[in-house]
């Protein structure tokens, strides 16, 4: 179990690195493509910052997949060196996966979009749209992943097992 637990605070401190430093270094279309309609029509003249900054930006969404990655690895094969079953498999790779979820609405949704209006400051262009204060701006989205969740978890468990034999 602690070892689930660190890698939901290593992928939750990923995550908000990742959501930090990203805007400056990504195309806008790109970026804008996870905000609703208003802000994406406001931005749609933004420019994209220099190719030496996208191409930075890329390799760093590449590192920070490849350790996503490795921490839902890194459950895995804790959970094979402890001889754990597919439930229990399952039930890390859900709190890895749930617990993820409530750090992502809560604190990069909820705090850093909506409240403290972080992304601003990269697209002053936006200011005066709605949608900042839209607290379900990413429901369905969200919605999508939390259903799919489940089934996610049995085939990552299917395969940490399939692999472990």
């Known amino acids: 179990m602690m070892p689930t637990l660190a890698v939901l605070a290593y992928v939750c401190a990923l995550s908000l690195l990742f959501v930090l430093v990203i805007p400056p270094l990504a195309p806008t279309k790109l970026f804008m493509r996870f905000l609703p309609q208003d802000i994406r029509d406001a931005a749609k003249d933004h420019p994209d910052p220099p190719k030496e900054r996208r191409i930075l930006g890329y390799l760093l969404t590449a590192v920070f997949a490849v350790a996503f990655v490795g921490g839902i690895v890194l459950i895995g094969a804790d959970a094979l060196r402890h001889s754990c079953g597919f439930r229990q498999i399952f039930g890390r790779y859900m709190l890895l996966l749930y617990g993820y979820k409530?750090?992502?609405?809560?604190?990069?949704?909820?705090?850093?979009?909506?409240?403290?209006?972080?992304?601003?400051?990269?697209?002053?262009e936006t200011r005066d749209c709605k949608s900042w204060d839209d607290r379900s701006f990413n429901k369905s989205n969200q919605l999508k992943r939390l259903i799919a969740f489940p089934f996610v978890c049995a085939l990552m468990a299917w395969i940490t097992l399939w692999i472990g034999r």
């Open 102 to 124: 409530v750090f992502d609405i809560l604190v990069q949704d909820q705090y850093l979009v909506i409240k403290k209006k972080y992304f601003l400051r990269f697209f002053p």
